[in-house]
């Protein structure tokens, strides 16, 4: 028999006694003290007493230090670990290994590893003042890492605290079915997001929707099963689909906490890049200035509450005010920016529309809920006559832009782009896209506030700071002309 090192056996000694301190509450055995907030409550839970926080159906609030340890890897969880974003939490666990969990057999049944490999916001870049320079010297389009799958567990554990805290003060007196309906929908809600995400859906939003398409994952076998195992009848599924197309008080929450996630995972993202004084754009300054004002701006799922008879509320007026805007500047710096979407807009779009429109099979639903961007770059690679680039589908958009002389104008409205559009034409020049944007974004400042026991709507009760997330709105609504040299298909 092989006989161990003295520092194997220390190693091991180490590790029990780690996996032996570690603890684990449920969130219901959380004692409240009288006036103690809830993020003061877990703050002290998780970095004081080093204990995780179970939210329930295998969703774990995790110490950092527990990570780190590395006997949680092995023994506690399955994982995935998922960073939390600007805020006192540090990780989400997922799943004991022993007692396979719901989240555990939903993530299977589902399919949402599927997701790791479908990039949260596509292939919007960040902007530059220059961008036309930007993409003639060959560096310009760059994929954010963050994906759809970190996405949809963040927006189940925030829909699942506010829930519990909301529980645990009175709100709201639903059954156990209740909440499982409202974790299921907020898990699975971006479950039949198609190969290429956003790129790919904006083309035929109404045929690739992912709340639409979500009844194809529900009606699964292995969903079905999950079903039938927890007592879920047809009503019980027709009330999970309702949930994600945001109808009911359950399904306003998810509205809410679906938005939150991906700004604040989104804002994580940008904000590295941010520090280091890259891309300081008006919009980015103001970014950067909030965060390192609020650096844990998404506490605010602490504030959030609903209740029975009052409906969805925040108890913290000046953290919305801060994630309000601060969306809307995102909406401004990325989502929405005319150069951040060159990419998708005058390139991908064109490509493939033609493909869709032509009936090419390999754009079917079936196959792009089935498949990954990896599937789609492939086929974006194919179709722009750089087979041999894959899987470099980045390095094909960057030669296209360049090659073809793609370039954006902006315009206040859709009768000066239509001038415009002859004027261009005129010139020999062809038109890729044409984006109308100026019905803008809903901004949330409807969303109701809790001010001297009264619930207001936001808007109503802070007319100036409604008034200056409006203005940060408004610079979105623009028509955009994209155009190139050469025809992009």
Not at 40 to 67: A, F, P, Q, R, V
């Amino acid at each position: 028999m092989t006989e161990h090192s003295p520092l194997f056996e220390q190693f091991k000694k180490d590790l029990e006694k780690e996996k032996s301190g570690h603890k684990t509450l449920e969130f219901s055995d959380l004692k409240r003290k009288d006036n103690e907030s809830w993020k003061d409550l877990i703050k002290h839970t998780l970095s004081k007493e080093k204990s995780d926080i179970h939210l329930g159906y295998g969703l774990h609030l995790m110490y950092e230090d527990n990570l780190a340890s590395g006997s949680d890897h092995f023994d506690k969880y399955d994982g995935p670990f998922i960073p939390f974003p600007p805020s006192i939490l540090e990780n989400l666990a997922i799943a004991k290994e022993w007692d396979i969990s719901l989240t555990d057999i939903i993530d299977r049944a589902a399919k949402m590893r599927r997701l790791v490999d479908i990039k949260q916001l596509g292939y919007l870049t960040f902007p530059e003042k220059d961008q036309t320079e930007r993409y003639g010297k060959d560096w310009g389009i760059e994929k954010f890492p963050h994906d759809r799958f970190d996405h949809s567990f963040l927006t189940s554990v925030m829909n699942l605290s506010v829930l519990r805290i909301s529980q645990a003060e009175g709100l709201i007196n639903c059954s156990d079915k209740d909440i499982l309906k409202s974790f299921i929908a907020s898990t699975i809600h971006d479950s039949a997001t198609v190969a290429g995400g956003d790129a790919t859906k904006k083309i035929s939003p109404e045929k690739l929707d992912e709340e639409k398409l979500v009844s194809t994952i529900m009606q699964n076998q292995e969903m079905q099963a999950v079903f039938r195992k927890n007592n879920l009848t047809k009503e019980d599924e027709n009330d999970i689909q309702d949930i994600i197309f945001n109808q009911g008080p359950f399904g306003k929450l998810l509205d809410m906490v679906d938005k939150m996630s991906y700004t604040a995972r989104d804002t994580q993202q940008v904000a590295t890049s941010l520090k280091r004084g890259l891309y300081l754009t008006p919009e980015g300054k103001e970014i950067l200035s909030i965060i390192d004002e609020d650096p844990n701006i998404y506490d605010i799922l602490f504030d959030l509450r609903l209740d029975d008879k009052k409906g969805l509320y925040c108890t913290n007026p000046d953290k919305l005010n801060n994630v309000l805007k601060i969306r809307a500047l995102m909406h401004n710096f990325i989502y929405l920016n005319p150069y951040s979407q060159m990419a998708e807009a005058a390139v991908i779009h064109p490509v493939l529309k033609k493909l869709m429109d032509s009936g090419d099979s390999k754009l079917s639903v079936e196959n792009l809920l089935s498949q990954s961007d990896n599937y789609f770059e492939k086929t974006l690679c194919e179709a722009l006559g750089d087979k041999e680039m894959y899987p470099d589908a980045i390095k094909s958009i960057r030669k296209t832009i360049k090659e073809k002389d793609v370039q954006v104008d902006i315009f206040p409205d859709y009768s000066s782009a239509e001038t415009a559009i002859a004027e261009l034409e005129n010139q020999g020049r062809f038109i890729c896209n044409v984006v109308n944007k100026t019905k803008g974004f809903k901004t949330s400042t409807d969303t109701l506030v809790e001010v001297n026991n009264k619930l207001i709507p936001f808007k109503e009760m802070y007319p100036d700071k409604d008034k200056e997330i409006q203005e940060i709105a408004n610079r979105v609504k623009t028509v955009r002309v994209y155009h190139s040299k050469k025809p992009i298909v």
